[in-house]
């Protein structure tokens, strides 16, 4: 998910009834739809495509789910992955092609071509609103997610939530974290066998909400499947200037430190807050040389095309000379 200011993405979304009032004709919408000037989400619902192009998969997703719940004839409340987009969770890896929503008993909504239904027990704690949008709750949203995405879409789920629930600027509220891990197991104690919920219990034990970023959540998945143990996350190393720098990952025991480098700190310009690339790129290589000084340790930078799987992963660590003990 972008880090950046995100597009408000109800303004994004147009009925044909709106594009009508526009001044737009039905041949045009048409014509339009099919030369690729607008982006249709699902019928009489478009985006423009110029528009269509900045936003993000969650945030593509996302414009689906409005259109969706615009659309709706019944009460309708959105779930899973499309109850994650509207509670600003990552999806790592996971193509969205229908919007789910899930119904606690009979119901008009019927499962279709861009929509699955799913028949379920809602209890009114489990409901929210979000944007006007009717939607499972955060705690019920990532219990029915790592229950069934793959394990690091799952635990990229449960890092984020976990950090919504206690991340106060660069505090870390240790009681909100309790609270919400507290909540989620006894989630998963009342789910007994449910389909899922083995891997579900794994995730609850594992997910540290210090966790970032979606590819920070998974490096820390491959590290344990590497034999490492769980690394200490934002470590502080006291700096030059008399404040700290943070370093997302700490393997104390090979005397190593480690940062996932998303492109987008790099690439958007509103995380470089007005410095240029080069300007980064300088800092960023001062730091990492005070840091090695400071403490002796070694570092090694990785990005998402190092993490998809354990032996590419274990390959980018070695070439910096880290290797599991």
Known sequence: MPSSPAPVISQLVRSRAALVLDGWTDRAIAE????????????????????YKTLWPEQRHHAHVIAVARDARATAVMSHSSAAVLWGL????????????????????????????????????????RDGIRCTSLSRTVFDLVRTLPLEAAVAVADAAERQMAER??????????????QLEQRLTAAGGARGIRQARWVAEFADGRAQLPGESVSRVQLRRLGFADPDLQVSVEGPHGWDYFV????????????????TKYLDE??????????????????????????????????????VTPAAFAARLAAFGIRAP
């Open 169 to 182: 600027g660069r505090e870390w509220d240790l009681d909100a974290v309790i609270s919400w891990r507290r």
């Open 32 to 51: 339009a739809a099919r030369g690729g000037t607008l982006v249709s989400l699902r019928r009489g619902w478009f985006v423009h495509s110029q528009e």
């Open 90 to 129: 990552p999806l790592y890896g996971i193509r969205c092609t229908r919007v789910h929503i899930t119904c606690g008993g009979p119901s008009r909504i019927s499962s279709g071509t861009d929509v699955l239904r799913h028949l379920a027990p809602l209890p009114a704690p489990d409901l929210a609103l």
């Open 248 to 263: 997302d990952f700490g393997l104390a025991e090979v005397r190593s430190f480690g940062e996932f480098d998303g492109k």
């Open 270 to 307: 509103a995380m470089r807050s007005g410095k240029t690339l080069e300007q980064v790129l300088l800092e960023e290589k001062q730091r990492e040389d005070w840091i090695r000084g400071r403490t002796q340790w070694r570092f090694a930078r990785w990005g998402s095309e190092h993490i």
